[in-house]
């Protein structure tokens, strides 16, 4: 099963391949799309990450805002920062980094990165179809772009 190919299943309501765990909805700002896609655009062929700041209410997540994480390391194969060093703060609900490789996919590294409740992947050539969202559990989520 290609995950690409789910792109429109979207609209489609009782959809059994559709797991009701991932129901979560999540917004974000046209600024923030726009904000990934440069800054990816812009370190390219080094990975970039990013912190995703919003608010949570009720399983909704709503992203309004990156902020560019202390001691990024940009390297040629892996994009990290020390996660523990990061405060415990409820706005930062998750991280976005680019794929420069084109892998849609997280990576096990990625996973085992895990911090908030969203990740955010864009893989190259960073176009706004190449952003996809993961939960914890490495499954693709859906999210909604809204004009702010
Ligand atoms: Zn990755």
Redesign the pocket.
Known sequence: MGFGLNFFKKDKDGDNGKNHQNKKLITITNNVINGIISYSKMHHPY?AILILEGKRKKGEIYINNLVIPPFSVHGPFYSGFPINELPFDLKYVGTA?S?PSGSSL??I??LNHFYGLISI?ICHPYDEVDIHAYNSQGKEIEYCKKQS
């Open positions: 990975e980094h794929h997280p990576s590294e990625d992947i």
